[in-house]
């Protein structure tokens, strides 16, 4: 239990779906993630949040939108996905200068 | 390339032995980080060393930071079979920013 829960787990979608991702944290933590996992690549940084402002876009695609309400939840909305999308995304949360804590991921497979 | 870069990609070796993986990276940092991810699972954190630490242990984990060759090195000792899993460094590209730069990642298979 690293107090990061993230849902679904699972996640099987059509190019023209949209679904979205939920990441949840009580760690009273600041900064939050949303990470790409893909196979044989390094773990891709997409988005940061710090007090709910988005302090980094790493550059990526608008059919990922990320949302942060709150310091405790962020969402990444997905609309009209390819299938080089599938992959493992990965949430997580830290203060500055400490570990970050994961979530065990949302898999995500694009029919 | 990645900031940080682990070597080497694989590593696999029988239970009892000691496992030493190393990570280079190419800008200036405050922190460095070591983090263990089970298969289909998220990343755990394991330790962290500053840029003004030359060592650190965990446990049966030693850390080790060179700051002048850029590079750190992670030595799991008596492994066990649970110890199977990726390793990966992640290092705060920018001081003052949220941001960390992951590897590819080694990983470990320890044979019973």
């Known amino acids: 239990e690293t107090g990061v829960t993230q849902t679904p787990r699972h996640l099987v979608m059509g190019m023209t779906n949209k679904k979205s991702l939920k990441c949840e944290q009580h760690l009273g933590h600041n900064a939050m993630y949303w990470y790409k996992q893909s196979a044989k690549k390094p773990l891709e940084l997409m988005f940061v949040y710090n007090f709910k402002e988005q302090t980094e876009n790493n550059s990526v695609p608008s059919r990922f939108s990320p949302e942060c309400p709150n310091s405790s939840h962020l969402f990444l909305h997905l609309h009209t996905l390819q299938p080089e999308d599938s992959a493992l995304y990965l949430c997580?949360?830290?203060?500055?200068?400490?570990?970050?804590?994961f979530g065990d991921g949302t898999r995500l497979s694009i029919l | 390339s990645q900031q940080g870069e682990e070597d080497p990609q694989a590593l696999s070796i029988q239970e009892g032995e000691n496992a030493t993986m190393n990570c280079s990276y190419k800008?200036?940092?405050?922190?460095l980080q070591w983090y263990r991810q089970n298969s289909g699972r998220g990343l755990v954190h394991l330790i962290l060393i500053r840029s003004n630490e030359r060592e650190k242990h965990s446990g049966r984990l030693r850390v080790t930071l060179d700051t002048s060759k850029k590079s750190s090195s992670l030595l799991i000792t008596a492994s066990r079979a649970a110890d199977t899993a990726s390793y990966f460094c992640a290092t705060d590209e920018d001081s003052g920013t949220y941001k960390y730069i992951f590897g590819t990642g080694t990983r470990l298979k320890v044979l019973a």
């Open positions: 997580a949360s830290s203060t500055m200068g400490q570990p970050q804590h």
């Open positions: 800008t200036s940092i405050n922190n």
